[in-house]
């Protein structure tokens, strides 16, 4: 792996906030990394940790609602994606 500034081991982190300081990590065989969907207003794997395969009891087949980023409730009707919804979800098997 590269950086373009080599990471100093010893430096106290910049922030309380793990994500600023977070990665890269190597997600164990049989685990997952799972990522919110706010990135950065979720607390994901990065809080508690990779989530074993065993946990997972199935696979999302439709989008059930698709809001637009920051749109205000007052305007449902018009956030609201609804060529998104009920669209089919594409496999993440290659």
């Known amino acids: 792996m590269q950086y373009?500034?080599?990471?100093?081991?010893n430096a106290p982190p910049k922030t309380d906030?793990?994500?600023?300081?977070?990665?890269p990590v190597?997600?164990?065989?049989?685990?997952y990394f799972m990522m919110g969907d706010n990135r950065d207003n979720s607390q994901d794997s990065r809080y508690w940790g990779f989530m074993p395969a065993t946990y997972?009891?199935?696979?999302?087949?439709?989008?059930?609602f698709?809001?637009?980023?920051?749109?205000?409730?007052?305007h449902f009707f018009t956030g609201v994606r609804w060529?998104?919804?009920?669209?089919?979800v594409r496999s993440a098997t290659y």
């Open 56 to 64: 997972v009891k199935g696979e999302a087949l439709f989008i059930y």
């Open 66 to 74: 698709s809001f637009t980023e920051n749109a205000p409730l007052s």
């Open 4 to 9: 373009l500034e080599q990471p100093n081991p």
């Open 83 to 88: 060529n998104r919804i009920f669209g089919r």
């Open 26 to 31: 190597v997600v164990p065989a049989g685990q």
């Open 17 to 23: 906030d793990v994500r600023e300081e977070y990665g």
